[in-house]
């Protein structure tokens, strides 16, 4: 359910009208929806109500400040993969005790800047990084918490890029060595092993493969008991898909109940990690159509939101469903709608069926708030879109529109 709506044919976000803010903001232009990121938030949230846990979101999805802000004041933390995005969370107000530390190459600067934040963990996902949390630690004077990636090698049915589960895959440890890695860290002075953490992948529609996950994960925790480790959290990381297209994943509350029934008679907080499901169809695109043009092969409807701004389909062959900002009735054709970056997957659909729009009309690319804006580069020297925030009838500036000056700001 999401808070973008068509009335009498006409795009509305909240209570404000979509071609309003492009006539006052121009396009290419990010649209975000306050009730919808806080009425997903809380449905994701509530579906784990019968545990103690903590939902931190996936701070990559959707880093934008006056975001990670409303999701705080909802009571989210935070699932970082950065410093820039502790940085980022801190400066939104985030409780650092409510932030979760992921990925695969953290930097001995980024893990100072952790220890010193006191996040609540870090989610540690090989020997060496163990060891160099430990010397950064000892170096600090302090005891980092920390949980081990587990790579459960399990195959999420996801897109390749996106799968990161499998044993093929650079995230994690295998459980084989895991038990090995516990160990470790148990010796180390300025390490508490606090958890377990795992993360199969993204934009699953389906419950088994976190069921296989979870299965083999509490398996392990089995095996770290005997050796007597005793963990306080269980990170159960994010993946759960949106609709873009036809998909139909489950909702948060059967994914919940799913996974409460199985964790409920254990001494364990659990993590959770969303971003999409939170942020995906929570924002828009809005574009204007720059030219039409035909060849005997293909329509093209060239628009001036690209690759740049919205890589999904470029990146991963996406589907994001495109429609008219203002429906006007008109018959349809089948069209390539493509940017005006110099690749040719510089696309944002490829073969679509779409009313015969004209130039200087608008399109609205769909489920464009998860790894949309985030994913945004400056390639071709254009400046990134302004992301706005409807909240009601109120209109936020989430982030202005980049200047050409802004764009060459640290060249020489
Ligand atoms: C990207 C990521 C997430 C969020 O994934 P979604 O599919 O957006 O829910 C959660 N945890 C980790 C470690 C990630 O890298």
Known sequence: MHHFEYRDGSLFAEEVSATKLAEEYGTPLYIYSAATFRRHFQAFDSAFKGLDHLTCFSVKANSNLSVLRMLGEEGAGM?????????????AGIDPGKIVYSGVGKRESEIREALEARILMFNIESVAELHKINAVAEEMGT????????????DAKTHPYISTGMAKNKFGLDIEHSLEAYKQAVELKNIDPVGMDCHIG????SIDPFLEALDKLLNFYEKLKDIGVDIK???????????YDEEE???????????????????????????RVIAGNAGIMITEVVYTKSNPMKNFLIVDGAMNDLVRPSLYGSYHR?????KNGRETDIFDVVGPICESSDFLARDRELPKMEQGERLVVFS??????????NYNTRPRACELIVDGDKVLVARKRETYEDLIENEI
């Open 202 to 205: 993204s934009q699953l529609t």
């Open 368 to 377: 464009a708030g998860a790894y949309g804006f985030t994913m945004a580069s």
């Open 249 to 275: 994943p489950p909702h948060p509350t059967e994914f919940g109940q799913a996974l409460v029934e199985k964790l409920k008679a254990l001494p364990l907080k659990i993590i959770l990690e969303p971003g």
């Open 233 to 243: 959290y269980l990170d159960l990381g994010g993946g759960l898909g949106i609709p």
């Open 143 to 154: 005891v980092a918490k920390v949980s081990f990636r587990i790579n459960p090698d399990v």
């Open 79 to 91: 699932d970082i993969v950065s410093g820039g995005e502790l940085y980022r969370a801190l400066r």
């Open 322 to 326: 495109i429609d008219e900002v203002e």
